[in-house]
């Protein structure tokens, strides 16, 4: 007659099926700005989305980016780790002595597979939800991401408006019709946004698609600045109003 000791048999298919694997750590490398750098030009210099790059420093102010400023650049390096991990064995069933006779052993052990419940699917409820953000736009349905109600602000393109910046935007293009000046935290940068709710003679009636090209120092939050291609006098008639905006993509 064979006795079989479980306490040894386990012991040895947990060491037969040890595992080292191998994880990818990502972490945010540090970058020192040089002069005249802006996010977007550190962004295209190390191909990281510019987006990504600001949410991984939102205490650096965009406007103030000066030589020697440390910056995270996010998932530009990568780290290695080895854990060791070991599959799940059955545990054996609970007997009075540790030894079996050869009939319990000689009757196999089945090990069930434990899979965990499928996830519900929710792909239905988010393209419901998704089919009513549309807005119409000279007409025609628009789908939109999200809908925001700001204080908007107009702008132009002097020199005592935006400094060293005259005439152009945060990515360096010259300010034109459709540009507005965001919050990044808000409304990210180079975002499609649909503007109305305004009233003012300079910009078309009843709104305009835009694009969120530009920042402000003041521009924080629920607030927006709108180009205008006039004078500063007839800019300041524009006042502060409130305005929708529609994030398009």
Known sequence: MKIFNLKK???????AFLAVQS???????????????TFFKIAKTN???MNDLMKANPNVDPLNIYQGLKIELPGAKETKAEVASAPRVASAPPVA???????????????KDEKPAPKKKEAAVSASASSENVVHI?????????SLNVKATAYTAAASENGSWAGKDYFGN????????VDPKMIPLGTKVFVTGYSFNGLPAGGFVGRAN???GSIKGNRIDIFVDTTQSSASEFGIQNVKVFVLS
């Open 47 to 49: 191909s990281i989305d």
């Open 214 to 216: 530009d920042i402000g």
């Open 138 to 146: 000279s007409g025609e349905p628009t789908s939109y991401k999200k």
């Open 97 to 111: 002595d540790s030894k079996v006779t050869a009939k319990s052993a000689s009757e196999p052990t089945v090990i």
């Open 23 to 37: 994880i990818t750590v990502v972490a945010a490398a540090p970058y020192y700005a040089k002069d005249g750098d």
């Open 9 to 15: 048999l386990s012991i040895a298919l947990m060491t």
């Open 174 to 181: 010259q300010l034109t019709h459709g540009t507005i000046a």
